[in-house]
């Protein structure tokens, strides 16, 4: 089984530009998850998607943005990039939706930098 | 915030020695999980401890939780240079929150 496949691996844009990243989770997976990881602030939680529902919203500015498709594969947008933004942008899938057992996978993740 | 906080932020042992992080975090919880990350890679998940367990053991790996002082340990046993990685707890209620990690550096 493919494990979870985020596209692009690194990613450079300037101050004002927008972004998309996209994240293909594990084959029969229907939650993916969007982390932000910065040095300072470690993994902080954007948002989650269940069959194509936007099911938690982390506490992050109105820019960032995401959905999901039919098929789970999901897609997140950043727009009017800030400095701030630079970051490792994970993303992780899971089967169900709830938290009894479950646990994540992760893809390699996504390098943005924002010149 | 219910992030967990790992401590310390970092450790360097020797090779062969264990290895022990804490993990503190805030409100109730359902389980609490354990993750590895090598440098700029995703997270690899290691453990679950159900918020009704007290130890739970994996390979070289032993993971406690204290409910009554929200509280978690992971010990790494006979470490290994291969084991140099960032270690994170995350803590699930609605959603899986992360601490910031302890980066563990092995010497060989």
């Known amino acids: 089984k493919a494990g979870v496949t985020q596209t692009p691996r690194y990613l450079i844009k300037t101050r004002g530009q927008q972004v998309t990243l996209s994240c293909s989770p594990i084959?029969?997976?229907?939650?993916v998850s969007w982390y932000q990881q910065t040095p300072g602030q470690g993994l902080q939680f954007l948002f989650e998607y269940f069959s194509e529902t936007q099911r938690n919203k982390g506490n992050f500015p109105g820019r960032f943005s995401g959905r999901q498709f039919s098929n789970s594969r999901s897609e997140m947008n950043v727009s009017t990039l800030e400095l701030g933004d630079s970051a490792l942008y994970l993303c992780a899938s899971r089967s169900g939706p709830g938290w009894a057992n479950e646990k994540l996978f992760f893809g390699s993740g996504t390098q943005l930098s924002v010149l | 915030s219910q992030q967990g906080e790992e401590d310390p932020q970092a450790l360097s042992i020797q090779e062969g020695e264990n290895a022990t992080m804490n993990c503190s975090y805030k409100t109730s919880i359902n389980n609490l999980q354990w993750y590895r990350q090598n440098s700029g890679r995703g997270l690899v998940h290691l453990i679950l401890i159900r918020s009704n367990e007290r130890e739970k053991h994996s390979g070289r790996l032993r993971v406690t939780l204290d409910t009554s002082k929200k509280s978690s340990s992971l010990l790494i046993t006979a470490s290994r240079a291969a084991d140099t990685a960032s270690y994170f707890c995350?803590?699930?209620?609605?959603?899986?929150?992360f601490g910031t990690g302890t980066r563990l550096t092995v010497i060989p």
């Open positions: 995350a803590t699930s209620d609605n959603n899986l929150f």
């Open positions: 084959s029969g997976h229907r939650s």
